[in-house]
């Protein structure tokens, strides 16, 4: 290899040692690109464990603050996902916007004496009135339901429609 190498005309050795450097280059370059990735995947997981650790010391303070908040709701007004979905049916109904309305039962967390109960709902065509009028009546049932997600979007014949995630809090006794 070295006597090819000093075979070669100046112009063949410049090119040679270019075509090296650049393949070097972009080796060195890719190796780079993957060991700053590997280094914010290492940063991410390390925070998150931190916050893991946080949640995990702090478990004692969350449960006697999550049973004391527990203590001031009325069992008799908490939903299940059945008694959820049937109050929402009811307010659209009492809005006028039910022919629009489809929902969907995500699903249930329990935590001790609580579960919270989860639902997507859409309402297609509905006004801005009666959207406002539907954000109102669920925030008068708070903090027995609340909206944990909003998304609104607008067809181009100006109809709105609204996608809500809405949970409720139920004592499982």
């Given at each position: 290899?070295?006597?090819?190498?000093?075979?070669?005309?100046?112009?063949?050795?410049?090119?040679?040692?270019?075509?090296?450097?650049?393949?070097?280059?972009?080796w060195l370059?890719?190796?780079?690109?993957?060991?700053?990735?590997?280094?914010?995947?290492?940063?991410?997981?390390?925070?998150?464990?931190?916050?893991?650790?946080?949640?995990?010391?702090?478990?004692?303070?969350?449960?006697?603050?999550?049973?004391?908040?527990?203590?001031?709701?009325?069992?008799?007004?908490?939903?299940?996902?059945?008694?959820?979905?049937?109050?929402?049916?009811?307010?659209?109904?009492?809005?006028?916007?039910?022919a629009?309305?489809?929902?969907?039962?995500?699903?249930?967390?329990?935590?001790?004496?609580?579960?919270?109960?989860?639902?997507?709902?859409?309402?297609?065509?509905?006004?801005?009135?009666?959207?406002?009028?539907?954000?109102?009546?669920?925030?008068?049932?708070?903090?027995?339901?609340?909206?944990?997600?909003?998304?609104?979007?607008?067809?181009?014949?100006?109809?709105?429609?609204?996608?809500?995630?809405?949970?409720?809090?139920?004592?499982?006794?």
């Amino acid at each position: 290899m070295k006597a090819f190498f000093y075979g070669c005309r100046l112009r063949e050795k410049l090119l040679l040692t270019g075509f090296l450097l650049l393949a070097a280059a972009i080796w060195l370059s890719s190796e780079v690109r993957r060991g700053t990735a590997q280094w914010r995947d290492w940063r991410k997981t390390a925070r998150l464990l931190k916050n893991q650790q946080e949640t995990i010391n702090h478990r004692a303070a969350t449960e006697a603050a999550l049973t004391q908040a527990a203590a001031h709701l009325d069992p008799a007004r908490t939903f299940n996902s059945g008694t959820l979905v049937g109050e929402l049916s009811r307010i659209t109904d009492q809005l006028g916007v039910r022919a629009g309305t489809a929902s969907e039962i995500i699903g249930t967390e329990r935590s001790g004496e609580l579960a919270v109960n989860t639902i997507n709902c859409t309402v297609r065509n509905i006004s801005q009135a009666a959207l406002l009028n539907l954000v109102a009546e669920l925030d008068r049932r708070s903090p027995y339901i609340g909206i944990e997600q909003f998304m609104l979007s607008v067809a181009p014949n100006g109809a709105l429609t609204v996608s809500l995630r809405i949970s409720s809090v139920e004592i499982v006794r």
